[in-house]
T-cell receptor, first 114, second 110 residues
Framework: GAGVSQTPSNKVTEKGKYVELRCDPI?????LYWYRQSLGQGPEFLIY????????DSGLPNDRFFAVRPEGSVSTLKIQRTERGDSAVYLC????????????FGPGTRLTVL | EDKVVQSPLSLVVHEGDTVTLNCSYE??????LLWYKQEKKAPTFLFML????IEKKSGRLSSILDKKELSSILNITATQTGDSAIYLC??????????FGTGTRLKVLA
């Protein structure tokens, strides 16, 4: 595609529910990143995929968060038993091969946990 | 711990003014520094700086890196209301990890 796309653009859920956030990277980009951005803060690294594998998941806050990229393209960030503190904008970015290539960001998913 | 600090946190100017945004960093394995503009949700890429002292320019925006001072500045001349946004600085530490600052919120008044 022309750019990184993310769906849904907004998600409102209740505390305790499960949510899935989807990211479609730029075609041909092997590196994919997930970030979380809280109000007034910069994006905070969550996880980095190189191809199908998670090369670094050190930013995932706890075991309620999980991400997959089964075919090396689309990725899904999954959050179980959501908490109010999970409310944030979740940004996805992709780059050609990772390393020092420029990352291009999607429009994000605004998650609100009531 | 790696960190990126931006200043000021927010800035209000009038159209036509020139602004300078600052970014300083402390990272263990510096590779590059990047500037992004964030208007609604998606940060859009402005510049990537790897070498010290070489200015990068795009229209009214320019940026330069000072590796001795561990800092970078982003200049915007003849500001317009369309420049109103959050400007994010990020540093690549190691081979792929981006560390972002909290951003500078710029508001340009007509």
């Amino acid at each position: 595609g022309a750019g990184v796309s993310q769906t849904p653009s907004n998600k409102v859920t209740e505390k305790g529910k499960y949510v899935e956030l989807r990211c479609d990277p730029i075609s041909g980009h092997t590196a994919l990143y997930w970030y979380r951005q809280s109000l007034g803060q910069g994006p905070e690294f969550l996880i980095y995929f190189q191809g199908t594998g998670a090369a670094d998941d050190s930013g995932l806050p706890n075991d309620r968060f999980f991400a997959v990229r089964p075919e090396g393209s689309v990725s899904t960030l999954k959050i179980q038993r959501t908490e109010r503190g999970d409310s944030a904008v979740y940004l996805c970015a992709s780059s050609k091969q990772g390393s020092t290539d420029t990352q291009y960001f999607g429009p994000g998913t605004r998650l609100t946990v009531l | 711990e790696d960190k990126v600090v931006q200043s000021p946190l927010s800035l209000v100017v009038h159209e036509g003014d020139t602004v300078t945004l600052n970014c300083s960093y402390e990272v263990t394995n510096f590779r590059s520094l990047l500037w992004y503009k964030q208007e609604k949700k998606a940060p859009t890429f402005l510049f990537m700086l790897t070498s010290s002292g070489i200015e990068k320019k795009s229209g009214r925006l320019s940026s330069i890196l000072d590796k001795k001072e561990l800092s970078s500045i982003l200049n915007i001349t003849a500001t317009q209301t369309g420049d109103s946004a959050i400007y994010l600085c990020a540093v690549i530490s190691g081979t792929y990890k981006y560390i972002f600052g909290t951003g500078t919120r710029l508001k340009v008044l007509a």
